[in-house]
Nanobody, 130 residues
Framework: QVQLVESGGGSVQAGGSLRLSCAAF????????TGWVRQAPGKEREGVAG????????YYADSVKGRFTISQDYAKNTLYLQMNSLKPEDTAMYYC???????????????????????WGQGTQVTVSS
C-alpha cells in the first residue's frame, strides 16, 4: 500500500518562504514520477512541479519558475518543495503525488494533467498574506 504524507504547510507573508515535505511509504523506485499539485478554492488542480527520477529532469509551472524548487532525498524517501518569494496567489492546498510507472514524457504531461498521478497525499495548506 502506497502512502504519501505531506508536511510543512502554514501561513506566511508575501515574499516569505516555506518548504513542503512528502514522505513516501510502501514503495521505493528509482524510476518514478513525483510532483506537487495545488488547488485553490474554486479553481482546478494545477501541476506546480514535477521530478522524473530516471533522468533527474524537473518540471515547473510557468507561474512558479525561478521561485520553487523540487528535490528528492532517496535515503529518506522524501520529496521536497522549496517555495521562495511567495505570493498571495500561491495560496492553495498543496498535494504530493506520485506515479511509479510514468515515463519521462508522461511525467511532463502530469504538469498539465495532474489527474494522471496514481497516488496522492492528504494535502497541506499554504496561505500567503499580502
Amino acid at each position: 500500500q502506497v502512502q504519501l504524507v505531506e508536511s510543512g504547510g502554514g501561513s506566511v507573508q508575501a515574499g516569505g518562504s516555506l518548504r513542503l515535505s512528502c514522505a513516501a511509504f510502501g514503495y521505493i523506485t528509482s524510476n518514478d514520477c513525483t510532483g506537487w499539485v495545488r488547488q485553490a478554492p474554486g479553481k482546478e488542480r494545477e501541476g506546480v512541479a514535477g521530478f522524473y527520477a530516471g533522468s533527474g529532469t524537473t518540471y515547473y509551472a510557468d507561474s512558479v519558475k525561478g521561485r520553487f524548487t523540487i528535490s528528492q532525498d532517496y535515503a529518506k524517501n522524501t520529496l521536497y518543495l522549496q517555495m521562495n518569494s511567495l505570493k498571495p496567489e500561491d495560496t492553495a492546498m498543496y498535494y504530493c503525488a506520485a506515479d511509479p510507472w510514468a515515463t519521462d514524457t508522461q511525467c511532463s504531461a502530469r504538469m498539465s494533467e495532474p489527474s494522471g498521478f496514481r497516488y496522492w497525499g492528504q494535502g497541506t495548506q499554504v496561505t500567503v498574506s499580502s
